[in-house]
């Protein structure tokens, strides 16, 4: 989402503790962040995120919809949040709104029109959709947009690990150092770089 709303009052830095604290903003409690995947059908995407925005706001929380073809799973919705908000109470945001810097740190780009890929787009879409902080009563409220579903759509199979490797510039040589299916952690670390070289 890429409007010019300031966060909500819930993501106001907490000054009792140390910054050290801020990778807990986004614990991986539900109770905090909830993070589903849907799918939906969006002819017109404005419209779409205005629908989004106006939800999130009568629950006083942030909505934000990832395309999961272009993540890594779950874990990386999650970390792009986290990243998001540690910004937020950092005074390091490079955009407008925690919607739009998680999806910054979603792509590992700090060019908003690269990061917009990342978000819905005009069509069918498949989604991994993150409301924080959680709040009874959302996913209520989001049925007229979306179908929530249960799909693990964590695996990552032959030719999303290629897409993914050219999409986050991960060489061959960096796949064979690791043990394991290590494609989630490799993409991991392109997003947090991003907070290093801002």
């Known amino acids: 989402m890429t409007d010019n709303k300031k966060p909500v009052d819930s993501l106001k830095p907490d000054t009792r503790q140390p910054a050290s604290h801020l990778q807990d903003a986004v614990p991986a409690g539900a109770h905090a962040c909830d993070v589903r995947t849907a799918t939906c059908f969006v002819g017109d995407s404005i419209a779409f995120l205005k629908k989004i925005r106006a939800i999130a ?16 799973g779950k874990q990386h919705a999650r970390a792009a949040l986290r990243h998001a908000v540690r910004s937020f109470h950092n005074g390091s945001m490079v955009s407008n709104t925690i919607e739009m810097e998680a999806l910054l740190f979603a792509a590992g780009s700090r060019q908003c029109s690269v990061a917009a890929l990342f978000g819905v787009h005009e069509g069918e879409n498949t989604m991994f ?14 049925t007229p947009l979306m179908v929530v579903t249960d799909e693990n759509r964590d ?5 999303k690990r290629v897409y ?17 299916d290590c494609m989630t952690e490799l993409v991991l670390e392109r997003i947090a770089l991003l907070e290093v070289y801002r």
């Open 155 to 159: 695996i990552i199979d032959t030719p």
């Open 129 to 142: 959709v993150c409301c924080y902080p959680a709040r009874d009563g959302v996913w209520d409220a989001l």
């Open 57 to 72: 706001e009568s629950f006083d929380t942030h909505i934000i919809c990832f395309n999961d073809s272009m993540l890594a």
């Open 164 to 180: 993914l490797m050219k999409l986050f510039g991960i060489t061959e040589e960096e796949i064979a150092t690791c043990s394991g």
